[in-house]
């Protein structure tokens, strides 16, 4: 269970809801896990940040996760959502229960900036259950920031480290730092943003939420055949969704409503204190899942082959 994560798009997948209650919606949970492997995702990267992993109790994280084992055939990563090491270790314990064999390792974020105590507590959970761990530097949501050279310390110091998912801006600027060092995969996130310029600094590929993942598939796989330009090309046409779903504070309640339009989730609701969709920018959504329609042929209305029902 530590061995090197294999590169391309793993996606991170939204937490659907249902109702006034905003359930766990599992049929759309499948239909979603189902979409990233249909259009050739590497793995599924469950219960991240973007997965309102912080606002599920342990027995809706362990349903997730088992309808995402029962969808797909893909390996998973599971998100880990505590920063200390005791509960960490439960949530690790749970994931490998669930997931079995499939999981492809537990992503833990930067948890102090001391270099010492984020490797004693990456150690104690890979000791613990003989997982491969994903370290994921995040400081946005984390509130921990660390220099790069801490960090490449700290992955040289755990060769269990199966990925590095880097997203402290500027990410190509430590992705290209990183990559020189290690010999680990580094991924890029922040919803694709930076994906072309990450691609160019060595990363491996994209671990990262995005409503139209086909763009960051597409962008990855002209990078690997054709280079830097086939790779721009491909990109291009995403890139305006991209900025509007990738905007403070909403960038949640924008991928949720886009992933409703396409017909991938049944419903947009997001648990508080995630803030709903503005519907100011209807018109706005509207208008670039139109104007993809027309230039790549991006799929709408894929409710019937997706398997969700309103």
């Not at 088992?66 to 893909?74: K, S």
Request: net charge negative; hydrophobic share 50%.
């Amino acid at each position: 269970m530590t061995t090197p994560l294999a590169p391309g798009v793993w996606g991170v997948l939204a937490t659907p809801f249902r109702g006034a209650d905003l359930d766990v919606d599992r049929e759309s949970v499948a239909a979603l896990a189902r979409h990233y492997e249909r259009i050739g995702a590497t793995g599924l990267t469950v219960l991240g940040v973007f997965g309102e992993a912080a606002s599920l109790a342990p027995r809706e994280r362990a349903d997730v996760l088992a309808t995402v084992v029962d969808a797909t055939e893909l390996p998973v990563v599971a998100g880990l959502t505590s920063l200390a090491t005791r509960p960490a270790l439960e949530e690790a314990a749970l994931a490998l229960e669930v997931v079995g064999d499939r999981l492809a390792g537990v992503m833990l974020q930067v948890s102090s900036a001391r270099p010492g105590q984020v490797i004693e507590h990456l150690t104690a959970v890979h000791d613990s259950l003989g997982v491969g761990v994903v370290l994921q530097d995040y400081p946005v949501a984390s509130g921990v920031s660390i220099p790069g050279g801490d960090l490449a310390a700290i992955v040289e110091a755990c060769p269990f480290v199966v990925a590095v998912k880097s997203e402290a801006p500027p990410t190509s600027v430590a992705i290209a730092a990183l990559t020189a060092r290690l010999d680990v995969p580094v991924f890029g996130g922040l919803g694709g943003q930076g994906l072309l310029d990450e691609l160019q600094a060595g990363a491996a590929g994209a671990m990262t939420g995005f409503s139209a993942p086909e763009g960051l598939l597409a962008c990855i796989t002209a990078w690997n055949e054709h280079g830097f330009a086939a790779a721009r090309a491909a990109l291009m046409p995403y890139l305006p969704l991209i900025n509007l779903e990738q905007q403070p504070r909403i960038a949640l309640a924008v991928r949720k409503e886009l992933l409703r339009r396409r017909g991938l989730i049944a419903e947009a609701g997001a648990r508080p204190p995630a803030v709903a969709f503005p519907e100011a920018l209807a018109p706005a959504v509207e208008a670039h899942l139109a104007e993809l329609e027309l230039e790549v042929g991006l799929a709408l209305g894929l409710r019937a082959a997706a398997g969700v029902s309103r």
